[in-house]
């Protein structure tokens, strides 16, 4: 097996060498936003705001953790159906967002977007969320707090596996099996 390890940001450099199919192990820093987050930041944009966080180059992970246990950084962190995202995700990817991760297909309109924009979408494997929080060495919300678990976070991940299910060049695996 063929695991390629990549660091954010996720630069259009790297995203050119990532293909549907691939595995890879991410490390860096990664943003949480589930529905009411993204409702909110397309709020945010509309109103002319700045996002809290700089999305350029940035990944949002689908995920909505559950309370962290004592010693632990996280609680479970299983992704959510992105599908639920698709109507928010072209403003975020016309802004320069490098890539996102959760489970499930997503539209036709977000994967030409994500083509155009140079953007990659990541599979988390469902069900895993108690293994992917051991991968989150540091979480601290940094937006939205009143969402609760839907509050954005900032997290530190050190070699996350994921697989790549849409890449930059229009490949899918939804679409291509």
Not at 32 to 44: G, V, W, Y
């Amino acid at each position: 097996m063929n695991i390629k390890f990549i660091k954010t940001p996720l630069t259009k450099d790297v995203l050119k060498q990532l293909k549907a199919g691939d595995i890879v192990s991410l490390s860096g820093v990664v943003y949480t936003a589930r529905d009411a987050a993204h409702k909110r930041m397309i709020e945010t944009l509309d109103k002319g705001e700045k996002l809290p966080f700089d999305i350029r180059d940035s990944v949002i992970y689908y995920v909505g953790p559950t309370s962290e246990r004592p010693g632990t950084v996280i609680g479970s962190a299983g992704p959510t159906s992105s599908y639920r995202m698709d109507d928010m995700t072209i403003p975020l990817l016309e802004l320069g967002l490098g890539a996102m991760i959760g489970k499930g297909a997503r539209n036709k309109k977000v994967i030409e977007s994500m083509v155009k924009h140079q953007a990659v979408y990541f599979l988390a494997i469902s069900g895993a969320g108690a293994f992917i929080s051991k991968t989150i060495t540091k979480s601290e919300v940094i937006a939205y707090d009143d969402l609760g678990t839907e509050a954005i976070r900032r997290l530190e991940v050190e070699n996350l596996f994921l697989i790549v299910c849409a890449d930059i060049y229009g490949n899918n695996l939804y679409s291509d099996y």
